[in-house]
């Protein structure tokens, strides 16, 4: 069953809740001009960075030994990763000679939704319906129930075990005669299912001597609760993975018998590692791409930004006329408008302005686009009050 919340909102509060945001739209603003400017920098310096780290990486052909003709260079090299150490899960005592065993924890808990709509009422006040629905799910944290809207699922949830997620990474992981520093262990992600089921020292095995109809063991997951195949809230389900040693592909700077981050001038930096066996061209690739992919995730979000910072600074425009429905649904729509076409100009111009800092010769294309855009609103716009005048001189 849905539950639903009404509540009133009066024009008064309307209206001052409006000229607020007018302050939550400048900070946005300030945010998203930021980012988008940095963003162009960063863009910059690290296609700099990948430019100059391909001309200097060399191929290291045989990492099985140590050779001083490479310290200090950047390279590529692929080989073999591997460890000697065998990891043991603190909580369930799992063991295995792995890079990184994964702890993954769910509980099966009541979850609650909401969906909102809102009604404007003649006079600027508002009536906002809120409905809750309630649904059961394996989540990654426990829920709190208790402050469900719909007191007849408050306290409804409870958990038979909080147990939390873990890793364990092997301390020390070679190539050949190689040592892999964290930073590159850390990108060894290629994990596959852990298989727990008949691991001797599995602790599941010794909590489950009290209370053996509360534990169950299938594959790689360890399961509390009556019936793994039946789900009950409070239930909690462990799964378990592993990284193997295995061929890898790396992208870094030779130091002695390890590696460490090469570092362009201008303070950007590089240390890669890809799972399998990949060229050096292929992954300077990947980086590039990788490189222009966040360049625009960036810019979009920095977009969206500068467009809801305009859209709360001219909201109370709309908000003033609130008493007359309809009238208010006209202005957000010309306010739509307008501050979709300053969000283009603007973010044009800043990005421009980083381009123009970091690259001139594009910059100033940029400029001069934002420019001609202006330049055609304005001349559209005084095109129809011209068609306007014409029209009312007709009239009279």
Avoid at 175 to 187: R, S, V
Wanted: proline share 3%.
């Amino acid at each position: 069953m849905a539950y639903t919340v009404t509540t009133n909102t009066s024009y008064g509060q309307r209206l001052g809740g409006s000229f607020k945001k007018i302050v939550t739209g400048l900070l946005l603003l300030v945010v998203g001009t930021v980012l988008l400017f940095w963003n162009e920098g960063r863009t910059v310096k690290t296609a700099k960075m990948l430019k100059h780290a391909s001309k200097e990486c060399v191929h290291l052909p045989d990492p099985a030994t140590v050779d001083p003709a490479f310290d200090g260079k950047m390279v590529h090299v692929n080989g073999f990763a591997t460890t000697d150490e065998v990891l043991t899960d603190s909580y369930f005592g799992v063991f295995g000679n792995a890079v990184k065993i994964i702890r993954n924890v769910e509980y099966y808990q009541w979850v609650e939704h909401s969906s909102t709509q809102t009604r404007d009422k003649i006079g600027g006040g508002q009536e906002t319906t809120t409905t809750y629905t309630y649904s059961k799910e394996w989540v990654s944290s426990p829920v709190n129930s208790s402050s469900f809207a719909d007191p007849d699922y408050q306290g409804r949830n409870s958990v038979l075990e909080e147990i939390p997620d873990e890793t364990q990474v092997a301390k020390k992981v070679t190539l050949g005669a190689y040592t892999l520093p964290a930073g590159l262990i850390a990108q060894m992600n290629n994990d596959v299912p852990f298989q727990i089921e008949g691991n001797a020292d599995f602790g599941i095995n010794k909590m489950a001597a009290g209370q053996p109809e509360r534990y169950h063991v299938r594959g790689n997951m360890a399961y509390i609760g009556k019936d793994m195949n039946v789900a009950e809230i409070g239930d909690v389900r462990i799964s378990f993975s592993e990284v193997l040693p295995g061929e890898v592909s790396i992208l870094s700077k030779v130091v002695g018998s390890t590696f460490e981050p090469y570092k362009d001038k201008n303070g950007y930096s590089l240390s890669t590692l890809v799972s399998g066996t990949q060229s050096m061209e292929n992954m300077f690739e990947t980086e590039k791409s990788s490189n222009k992919a966040m360049a625009w995730i960036l810019r979009i979000l920095g977009i969206i930004l500068v467009y809801v910072a305009f859209k709360s600074m001219f909201e109370f425009l709309v908000t003033l006329l609130k008493v007359l429905p309809f009238l208010a649904t006209i202005m957000n729509l010309g306010v739509s408008v307008v501050c979709g076409v300053l969000t283009a100009v603007w973010c044009l111009v800043v990005i421009a302005l980083g381009w123009l800092w970091y690259r001139p010769v594009l910059g100033i294309l940029l400029i001069a686009a934002a420019v001609a855009l202006i330049w055609y609103f304005s001349k559209k716009g005084k095109e129809k009050a011209a068609v306007a005048a014409a029209g009312e001189n007709k009239t009279e």
